[in-house]
């Protein structure tokens, strides 16, 4: 039986499956060409003719990994309540490490080679969505919105760095782990002092704001 000939955009769309299944497993450095050639059973010019060689195919990984993952976080962020856009943006993220694993270890192990964007620029956007988030949240239970940046990006890292963990474990599932991130995330905001100072021994206490007041 004669094997169907892939056509150019067959090719790359398999070039581009192949190259994230590799890049995930070793690493943008420990990969070659000739691997990928390899498992794709093309010879090593098919992949420099449609991209240039490995920088440029592992840009094109990375590229589709960063639209797909940003399109769930800004999707998941886009509308609803405050709590519920919270618990949809981190049980995205848990879906997609479970869906789309390979990707996942490739946007938080390695930079891309002359990119201008990277998976931590993109944890920056997030940062500056829920940061908008909490500022509303905060201007209605009397707290300083000045703050929601600082609480947007420790939130962020909470979520992104329990994911990257989750991705070895794979355990609890990742309902009941964003169940928990959330309770964390939400149950600590809503007992959050207008004006928190560190309360071991030695440490100064920082002076109270002009307007801080403690939510009950």
């Excluded at 691997?35 to 003719?49: L, M, T, W």
Aim: proline share 4%; hydrophobic share 40%.
């Amino acid at each position: 039986m004669v094997r169907q000939r892939m056509t150019g955009k067959q090719r790359r769309e398999q070039l581009i499956n192949v190259g994230r299944e590799v890049f995930a497993e070793r690493g943008f450095e420990a990969t070659s060409v000739e691997e990928i050639a390899a498992r794709a059973g093309v010879s090593k010019p098919v992949v420099y003719e449609h991209f240039g060689g490995k920088e440029g195919l592992y840009a094109v990984v990375v590229d589709r990994e960063m639209l797909r993952l940003e399109a769930l976080i800004t999707g998941s962020l886009s509308t609803g309540r405050s709590r519920e856009r919270i618990e949809r943006v981190v049980l995205a993220l848990f879906s997609y490490v479970e869906e789309h694993t390979d990707g996942f270890q490739i946007l938080v192990r390695d930079l891309t080679p002359g990119a201008e964007r990277s998976y931590s620029t993109m944890l920056n956007d997030a940062v500056g969505q829920v940061a908008h988030i909490l500022a509303h949240a905060f201007t209605r239970s009397g707290l300083n919105p000045d703050y929601a940046v600082l609480y947007g990006q420790a939130l962020v890292g909470m979520v992104s760095t329990t994911a990257q963990w989750w991705l070895d474990v794979r355990e609890p599932p990742k309902e009941e782990v964003a169940a928990h991130i959330v309770n964390l995330c939400w149950n600590g905001l809503a007992g959050m002092e207008a004006a928190p100072t560190l309360r071991a021994a030695g440490v100064p206490e920082n002076p109270t704001a002009p307007g801080d007041t403690v939510v009950g």
